[in-house]
Nanobody, 121 residues
Framework: VQLQASGGGLVQAGGSLRLSCATS????????IGWFRQAPGKEREGVLC????????YYTDSVKGRFTISRDNAKNTVYLQMNSLKPEDTAVYYC???????????????WGKGTQVTVSS
């Protein structure tokens, strides 16, 4: 089982990035994929989750209207589109697989390595 997050980088405030979470070794038909982030000195927090049917669940109001999540089951990949980025979005972003978008962070089945997103002011 593997999840690999990519697409991070350095961007100016107001810019956009699209993160990808490539998965292998399990079926996206049976798992939801969540995006999480961890800023320096802070706890990891949930950002967005997408179900097997494509329904989105926001974990934080701070990204509503700016971030969206999508999935391409044929490519076994989930995307996080981040628009209107703010310096406070700076963090390492992780993707994880679990059975339900309502699971706790501690209950994630599989985690990928993170990708750094840095938003400059």
């Amino acid at each position: 089982v593997q999840l690999q997050a990519s697409g991070g980088g350095l961007v100016q405030a107001g810019g956009s990035l699209r993160l990808s979470c490539a998965t292998s070794g399990f079926s996206l038909d049976y798992y939801v994929i969540g995006w999480f982030r961890q800023a320096p000195g802070k706890e990891r927090e949930g950002v967005l989750c997408i179900s097997s049917s494509g329904d989105s669940t926001y974990y934080t109001d701070s990204v509503k209207g700016r971030f969206t999540i999508s999935r391409d089951n044929a490519k076994n990949t989930v995307y996080l589109q981040m628009n209107s980025l703010k310096p406070e979005d700076t963090a390492v972003y992780y993707c994880a697989a679990v059975r339900s978008c309502y699971a706790r962070i501690s209950d994630m089945d599989y985690w990928g390595k993170g990708t750094q997103v840095t938003v400059s002011s």
